[in-house]
């Protein structure tokens, strides 16, 4: 069964520098998404992404967030210059269109030094 | 957009049916119902989804109130391997963003 994939599994990075999350939706899928859960806390929506522009965005989706699908089969999620607070699992989501549903990737666990 | 209230844990004995319920009194017309469940250290993974009519998967049943103000997702034999924290969440029609609450977490003893 075709499943979302995303690299790497565990991310360790410095405070401001720049991470990339990266992302391989199932292969016929044409909306994207990135969410995160901070540890112990609820799963948050960050953005939807389609037809290469983003569709919507939530609050915590700032200007240090940026998404891109390079190619047709990633779909980055790149933070800027990452704080402290941004430790998290990210998680990417795609959904085929219609009445399909969204599936998640296993996610990446970003810690912030 | 429209919120969800699930007990905050439940608790099931392995091999016996679980019933874990949903309220959503806020639901609008055209939202839909989504249950996704998420292991530990996992994604969320779909387990169901309907608008109306009860609905049936390999997974689970989801049953739905005449007024859609409630639901219940039915697994019909728990399994250790169905403890997780199941989130019950309403999505516009364009299913394009999903707002996930605290979910129930089960526990399954053996």
């Known amino acids: 069964e075709p499943e979302v994939t995303q690299t790497p599994s565990h991310q360790v990075t410095q405070m401001g520098q720049e991470v990339i999350l990266r992302c391989v939706p199932i292969s016929n899928h044409l909306y994207f998404y990135w969410y995160r859960q901070i540890l112990g806390q609820k799963v948050e929506f960050l953005v939807s992404f389609y037809n290469n522009e983003i569709s919507e965005k939530s609050e915590i989706f700032d200007d240090q967030f940026s998404v891109e699908r390079p190619d047709g089969s990633n779909f980055t999620l790149k933070i800027r210059s990452t704080k402290l607070e941004d430790s998290a699992m990210y998680f990417c989501?795609?959904?085929?269109?219609?009445?399909?549903?969204?599936?998640f990737g296993p996610g990446t666990r970003l810690t912030v030094l | 957009d429209a919120k969800t209230t699930q007990p905050n844990s439940m608790e099931s004995n392995e091999e016996e049916p679980v019933h874990l319920p949903c309220n959503h009194s806020t639901i609008s017309g055209t939202d839909y119902i989504h249950w996704y469940r998420q292991l530990p250290s996992q994604g969320p993974e779909y387990v169901i989804h309907g608008l109306t009519s009860n609905v049936n998967n390999r997974m689970a049943s989801l049953a739905i109130a005449e007024d859609r103000k409630s639901s219940t997702l039915i697994l019909h034999r728990a399994t250790l391997r169905d403890a997780a924290v199941y989130y019950c969440i309403l999505t516009a029609y364009n299913f394009n963003k999903f707002y996930f609450g605290s979910g129930t977490k089960l526990n399954v003893k053996p």
């Open positions: 989501a795609s959904r085929k269109g219609g009445r399909d549903t969204q599936y």
